[in-house]
């Protein structure tokens, strides 16, 4: 195998060569070695990249927004470790029938159970407490994070756990 040189970085890896500008330059990969585009070259020796840097702590809060909360129930509802989504729209949703329930103590229609949908796309069906309980776990975990996300002002040093459990 040879790599493609340009400007001390490998830009295409190739079985043969080819001409080639005068800016670039084909050299042959020692046997066993797994160079791959955009490694370095200098001096004879092949480097790879540098590693990507860990994410940073907003960062990760960012993902775990986006992954949800795994909310296991018992009592008179049942849930085994179901993850619920904790994005802003999923939990604005969420919010909206909330307010209904503060403002009244009822879902929105004076309906007495209200569905809500898992990660999943499943959807799962509510009492009142039920649905404040899970809404609250979802709420704080949402919270959480977006403090960290948005600053870090609290000085967290790790994410909140992913999972919660409730007796619902």
Do not use: C, R
């Amino acid at each position: 195998m040879n790599a493609l040189i340009f400007n001390g970085t490998v830009i295409q890896i190739e079985a043969s060569t080819f001409p080639v500008h005068s800016a670039l330059e084909w050299v042959a990969i020692p046997s066993g070695t797994n160079v791959a585009v955009g490694w370095t070259y200098a001096s004879g020796t092949f480097t790879a990249p540098p590693a990507p840097p860990a994410p940073t702590l907003a960062q990760q809060a960012a993902a775990a927004l986006g992954a949800g909360l795994a909310i296991t129930s018992t009592g008179t509802m049942t849930l085994a470790a179901t993850a619920f989504p904790t994005d802003p729209t999923s939990t604005g949703k969420i919010t909206a029938v909330v307010t209904a329930i503060t403002a009244d103590g009822t879902f929105p229609g004076g309906a007495s159970t209200f569905p809500m949908k898992d990660s999943a796309g499943t959807w799962h069906t509510f009492t009142v407490s039920q649905y404040k309980a899970v809404a609250g776990a979802l709420a704080a975990y949402a919270a959480a994070l977006d403090l960290i996300i948005d600053g870090n002002p609290l000085g967290a040093t790790s994410l909140p756990a992913a999972s919660v459990s409730l007796t619902v």
